[in-house]
T-cell receptor, first 116, second 109 residues
Framework: EAGVTQFPSHSVIEKGQTVTLRCDPI?????LYWYRRVMGKEIKFLLH????????ESGMPNNRFLAERTGGTYSTLKVQPAELEDSGVYFC??????????????FGNGTRLTVT | RKEVEQDPGPFNVPEGATVAFNCTYS??????FFWYRQDCRKEPKLLMS???SGNEDGRFTAQLNRASQYISLLIRDSKLSDSATYLC??????????FGTGTRLTIIP
């Protein structure tokens, strides 16, 4: 079974530019999550999709961040325009719909974003 | 106050020793508890869920004390391969995980 895949693995962009991160969840996983770890801090929740619908986007830092999951398969997270404080590792995770509260999330390897 | 607090370490422990990590959480309504492991520059991976009765998986034992809002992880007979960052994770039952900053463990040969 292929795991959660994220692209790109690394991205270095200048302040003010736009970057789009992509996540392909495990096939059949309706839950898709975005998390972020900025340097020296804990991993923090950004948002949660159930299929193509945003279930919870309470962790999105501001309106420069836009997440989509058209068709309920892969998801994109766009940062526009990027700021220095957006640097960090962006993780995507997925899980089956009937999670029951104790099924594990499967994380991707993350995208390391550096804004200069 | 952070929602999930952990001692960041680092813990440097000789191979074969026993090591214990603790974690406290602030929200008494928390429903699910986990320990995740994260290797350097890798993704977090679930190590084990933590149940009120305590649970064991090989050399790893997890305990939960709801009254004190405290979670622990014990690793016995530590191996070099146990070197990693251990993340205490709490969920409030709404699918959203809340992570601690992690405790870094290095097993010394």
């Amino acid at each position: 079974e292929a795991g959660v895949t994220q692209f790109p693995s690394h991205s270095v962009i200048e302040k003010g530019q736009t970057v789009t991160l992509r996540c392909d969840p495990i096939s059949g996983h309706d839950n898709l999550y975005w998390y972020r770890r900025v340097m020296g801090k804990e991993i923090k929740f950004l948002l949660h999709f159930v299929k193509e619908s945003k279930q919870d986007e309470s962790g999105m830092p501001n309106n420069r961040f836009l997440a989509e999951r058209t068709g309920g398969t892969y998801s994109t997270l766009k940062v526009q325009p990027a700021e220095l404080e957006d640097s960090g590792v962006y993780f995507c995770a997925s899980s089956p719909l009937d999670r029951g509260g104790n099924s594990p999330l499967h994380f991707g390897n993350g995208t390391r974003l550096t804004v200069t | 106050r952070k929602e999930v607090e952990q001692d960041p370490g680092p813990f440097n422990v000789p191979e074969g020793a026993t090591v214990a990590f603790n974690c406290t959480y602030s929200n008494s309504a928390s429903q699910s508890f986990f320990w995740y492991r994260q290797d350097c520059r890798k993704e977090p991976k679930l190590l084990m869920s933590v149940y009120s009765s305590g649970n064991e998986d090989g050399r790893f034992t997890a305990q939960l004390n709801r009254a004190s809002q405290y979670i622990s992880l014990l690793i016995r007979d530590s191996k070099l391969s146990d070197s990693a960052t251990y993340l205490c994770v709490v969920s409030f039952g709404n699918e959203k995980l809340t992570f601690g900053t992690g405790t870094r463990l290095t097993i010394i040969p």
